[in-house]
Antibody, heavy 120, light 106 residues
Framework: QVQLVQSGAEVKKPGASVKVSCKAS????????ISWVRQAPGQGLEWMGW????????NYAQKLQGRVTMTTDTSTSTAYMELRSLRSDDTAVYYC?????????????WGQGTLVTVSS | EIVMTQSPATLSVSPGERATLSCRAS??????LAWYQQKPGQAPRLLIY???TRATGIPARFSGSGSGTEFTLTISSLQSEDFAVYYC????????FGGGTKVEIK
């Protein structure tokens, strides 16, 4: 069965960077894209961006342009999301999610989430 | 810029009753609309895509309808496991979620 398994919780200071991983199994990794979605405590869902596992093409949410980088390692079927210059309002649970058709798509499988806490 | 608005914010329903959740887009998203269920401490779960197609393994009591700017998720007879927060998401453009509707026990 399809599984997306994310790395563990992180605590970072303001201004630092965080890199979250998402290891896929149960399907051909390069057939899907991976989006990253975050959820601040008690808040709704915010799409951060998408990466094609096939060719590495990316689309990032405008508000995060310049601070976020998404990559993949096809040899290990793992996607990564790095967020730089962290602020307190970046505190959130970060999810990876698979999508078949591209950056304009729904998300059929989700990782378990990674809590990133930004605090001095 | 598209805005997705869900109503009501909270819906109080008794088990066995019908629940109707609404999602409105500020401009047409065609049928590029998905619904998710999220329980506390869990990742969202895809229920509906293409406005009305149930995802794999989703019970038939969940149904979606609508196109353009007005969409509805109906849960025909609420079970105890259906009390959760529900989000709509448009994918006609950059993915964008609505603010959510919490379905709580009346």
């Amino acid at each position: 069965q399809v599984q997306l398994v994310q790395s563990g919780a992180e605590v970072k200071k303001p201004g630092a960077s965080v890199k979250v991983s998402c290891k896929a199994s149960g399907y051909t990794f390069t057939s899907y894209g991976i989006s990253w979605v975050r959820q601040a405590p008690g808040q709704g869902l915010e799409w951060m961006g998408w990466i094609s596992a096939y060719n590495g093409n990316t689309n990032y949410a405008q508000k995060l342009q310049g601070r976020v980088t998404m990559t993949t390692d096809t040899s290990t079927s793992t996607a990564y999301m790095e967020l730089r210059s962290l602020r307190s309002d970046d505190t959130a649970v970060y999810y990876c999610a698979s999508s078949y058709s591209g950056s304009y798509d729904y998300f059929d499988y989700w990782g378990q989430g990674t809590l990133v806490t930004v605090s001095s | 810029e598209i805005v997705m608005t869900q109503s009501p914010a909270t819906l109080s329903v008794s088990p066995g009753e019908r629940a109707t959740l609404s999602c409105r887009a500020s401009q047409s998203v065609s049928s590029n609309l998905a619904w998710y269920q999220q329980k506390p401490g869990q990742a969202p779960r895809l229920l509906i895509y293409g406005a009305s197609t149930r995802a794999t393994g989703i019970p038939a009591r969940f149904s979606g309808s609508g196109s353009g700017t007005e969409f509805t998720l109906t849960i025909s007879s609420l079970q105890s496991e259906d009390f959760a927060v529900y989000y709509c998401q448009q994918y006609n453009n950059w993915p964008l979620f609505g603010g959510g509707t919490k379905v709580e026990i009346k």
